[in-house]
């Protein structure tokens, strides 16, 4: 075993999170995340001799969504239908860094519905809306790596970003939720 | 690109702060005029706001198991490196480089037995296991890092308690979850899977249990249970010992 996989960890294990945030939407199916994330990560080790040192992280989240769908097509159920029950544990509660655990039960519960709901709303968006949403606004990405993860120009990530989020509101709206300021 | 998909992209340009300050000011002015636009801009807070929710933190454990896949997938590749690095060397060579594969050969084949020798006389538990299958190899290389049982363990009063978070990972094709457990002054390694774990060359059936077996691999000693699921116990203690220990603690 040499120094590859060593390099390849130091360079890729920071991105961690921002993977974990697109597995979590990306994985379909009954298909678990943390399965998707580790599986993510051996196909990029795999192909690291071939990473030209590029964004690590834009490439990371590429390989991500092509495990997902190449998943979801082999058990022939929809890509980007996110389990229920899963979204449950969104809930401050269960925040590993030591988040807030003095929140009202009130204000807990609604959080967690509102996340079931907006999941719910996120997976009836066209997936070029919906892609570009987890990859902006869920996993923290610029519009320019979301662009170079999709390979379309960074207008069209904008733009796609834009409507899905319009739609997503007027969505949350009908369903009676607002995640607005007055 | 007719003038509604032209004003879409400006707002989302605009919203993203990516115009240049006179075209901002000119978007600012727009929206204190005009209600669709406003509404526009609304939406798209509201949206991104909703997106947010969804973040969630990794699980704590989440970049050991991907770092420890990761190092089981290089101590794979490394192992068909060897492989295919003989392959190669196989092709047919000179007569010179014949002559002095030959030699080399001899001079291996002596080293070969000398090694050995040396790891049956002085590997704990006698003999090392031969060809070992990668998800085997996985769970005793987990297991390496277990240290030695403490001299005053009581296993057989002790309740068994868990060290750390689990762990998943893939090796040899199958899905494995490895624990840790701590008993007494003991601590072993309980790897499960849904695939029975492949018997090692060397390693012996155990009487009465089915397709039971035990081995040893330098200082571990592994016993495995194959029934639904498939167990396989890990951990640093002689062969007479791992059997109770194995019994005593939460397999499945």
């Known amino acids: 075993m040499g120094a590859d996989h060593r390099a390849f960890l130091q360079a890729t294990l920071p991105h961690l999170d921002a993977v974990w945030q697109v597995a979590r939407q990306a994985a379909a199916g009954g298909q678990d ?37 190449s998943q979801a097509r082999r058990r022939r159920r929809r890509p980007w239908e996110v389990p229920g029950p899963a979204l449950l544990d969104v809930l401050p509660w269960s925040r590993a860094d030591g988040g807030e655990s003095t929140a009202d039960v009130a204000d807990v519960v609604i959080a967690g519905l509102d996340a ?56 949350l709206a009908e369903a009676g939720v607002s995640h607005g300021q007055p | 690109m007719d003038n509604h998909d032209r004003d879409h992209r400006m707002l989302a340009a605009f919203l993203a702060g990516e115009l240049d300050p006179a075209e901002t000011r000119r978007w600012d002015e727009h929206l204190l005029a005009c209600e669709r636009c406003w509404r526009a801009v609304r939406e798209d807070r509201e949206g991104r ?59 291996g084949v002596v080293a070969a037995g000398v090694v050995a020798t040396l790891l049956v006389a002085l590997l704990p538990g006698g003999r090392q296991a031969g060809s070992v299958p990668a998800a085997v190899a996985a769970v005793a290389r987990y297991a390496q890092a277990i ?15 868990e060290v750390g978070r689990p762990v998943t990972v893939m090796a040899g094709g199958q899905q494995i979850v490895l624990r840790t457990w701590r008993l007494g002054g003991a601590e072993a390694v309980v790897a499960v899977s849904g695939h029975p ?9 155990v009487s009465g249990r089915g397709m039971a077996w035990s081995a040893r691999l330098g200082r571990l000693g592994l016993y495995c249970l194959n029934g639904r699921t498939s167990e396989l116990v890990a951990a640093p203690v002689p062969a007479a010992q791992l059997a109770a220990l194995a019994a005593r603690l939460p397999l499945a």
């Open chain 1, 33 to 69: 995340p943390e399965d998707l994330v580790q599986e993510t990560y051996l196909r990029a080790y795999a192909g690291f001799g071939s990473f030209r040192g590029g964004n690590a992280r834009a490439w990371l989240a590429a390989i991500c969504l092509n495990v997902a769908r």
């Open chain 1, 116 to 171: 079931e709901e907006v999941s719910r709303c996120l997976a009836l968006l066209p997936e070029p809306q919906r892609v570009c949403i987890v990859l902006v606004d869920v996993a923290g990405y610029t519009a320019r790596e979301a662009a170079e993860t999709l390979g379309c120009p960074r207008g069209t990530v904008l733009a796609r970003v834009h409507r899905g989020r319009r739609k997503l509101a007027q969505l």
């Open chain 2, 49 to 107: 706001q909703a997106a947010q929710v969804l973040r969630q933190p990794a699980p704590p454990g989440l970049a050991d198991r991907v770092a420890f896949a990761v190092e089981v997938a290089a101590a794979g590749r490394a192992a068909a490196q060897r492989r295919t690095g003989r392959g190669i060397r196989s092709r047919r060579p000179g007569r010179h480089a014949r002559r002095v594969r030959w030699r080399l050969a001899g001079a």
């Open chain 2, 147 to 161: 240290p030695p049982p403490t001299g005053e363990h009581h296993p057989q009063r002790a309740a068994p308690v």
């Open chain 2, 197 to 205: 774990f492949p018997m090692p060359a060397r390693a012996q059936g």
